[in-house]
């Protein structure tokens, strides 16, 4: 097909543009492949803004299975330059060469940008005849910080920027309170799985910033911002989904029962730790080790994130305050 082709073939008028932010471990990947999979949308993913169609792109573990370090490196650099580009980067120049490849009415990207990105990002946001929705996904904070341990603990044998970088966050947020949660319990910060969940936890201070994002985004009156969205909601509810897809571009695609149906067949999940452990936060919560339910309760206080996280429905009551803790 030649481009005068694809001209002639394509509805007219310009597609709509969103954004979903998120933090990562909130089954992004899911929502953004499973987007994609509608005929109308075309969708990136994550800060290296890679196309969504793939089913499973970021296997860490079967390249480390069969050994092929250089792809496996070659991916993690990847994600690297986009962790430092995407507070800078104008949506439209990741849209714009989707829209000359594609028929897509609606396109978009999941993960690519943060909720805290987007107030500098603020006069990029309204471009003309393009309506970009922003939707923020979130996740209940204690499944979040069991799935960020896990991944840490398998990206910390690889990506020594990444473990720095946690490392110097960890002693930014208190060292001294980690000791003391550390010596409580006789055990050593540094050792793998303790380095990881403490990494975790701490990374919850992303979260606050992206809390404050949203105010900012509020402030700045920005027509776009359609509110937030829960990953255990999106992820389980065809009507959720549905009525997303109608929040990401008002009047762009349909949602016919077919494609949705073929969306909750898809059981496929990210799964950052492969501990055996209860799915429900308080029995999650339950179920950790007291140094970590220490260490959770500590960050979620210091970071100011217990309100926020009940203004948005979740149950926090079996989490003690964390001020007492550390």
């Known amino acids: 097909m030649t481009p005068n082709d694809t001209a002639r073939t394509r509805p007219p008028g310009p597609p709509a543009w ?128 069991n799935s960020g341990a896990g991944q840490f603990e398998l990206t910390f044998r690889l990506d020594l920027n990444e473990l720095q970088w946690i490392t110097r966050r960890i002693v930014e947020t208190g060292l001294d309170s980690f000791e003391r949660i550390a010596a409580r319990h006789r055990i050593c910060p540094g050792d793998p799985e303790v380095l990881a969940f ?5 990374t919850l201070r992303g979260l606050a910033a992206d809390f404050a994002a949203r105010d900012r985004l509020r402030e700045l009156g920005l027509s776009g911002y359609a509110g937030s969205v829960r990953q255990e909601d999106v992820t389980r509810d065809p009507a959720v989904f549905r009525d ?54 500590f960050c979620l206080d210091a970071f100011g994130l217990r309100a926020p996280y009940q203004a948005e429905g979740y149950a926090l009551e079996m989490v003690p305050p964390g001020k007492d803790l550390a």
């Open 198 to 202: 403490f990494g975790a936890c701490v």
């Open 244 to 297: 997303l897809l109608t929040r990401l571009g008002p009047g762009a695609v349909d949602c016919p029962q077919a494609y949705l149906d073929q969306v909750f067949a898809d059981p496929r999940r990210n799964v950052h730790n492969a501990r055996p452990r209860p799915t429900d936060p308080a029995a999650l919560f339950a179920d950790w080790a007291p140094w970590q339910q220490e260490a959770f309760a």
């Open 18 to 145: 969103f954004i979903v932010t998120s933090h990562g471990w909130s089954a992004s990947h899911w929502l953004a492949h499973n987007l994609t999979r509608h005929p109308q949308i075309a969708c990136l993913h994550s800060s290296a803004a890679l196309p969504a169609d793939q089913p499973e792109p970021y296997d860490i573990a079967g390249l480390m299975a069969r050994q092929d370090y250089a792809r496996l490196f070659a991916l993690i650099a990847q994600f690297r330059a986009g962790y430092g580009t995407r507070a800078t980067t104008p949506p439209a120049d990741l849209y714009r060469p989707l829209e000359a490849r594609t028929d897509a009415r609606l396109i978009g990207s999941v993960h690519s940008f943060r909720l805290r990105d987007l107030p500098a990002l603020a006069p990029d946001l309204t471009p003309p005849d393009r309506g970009l929705r922003i939707v923020n996904l979130i996740r209940h904070p204690v499944n979040l910080v």
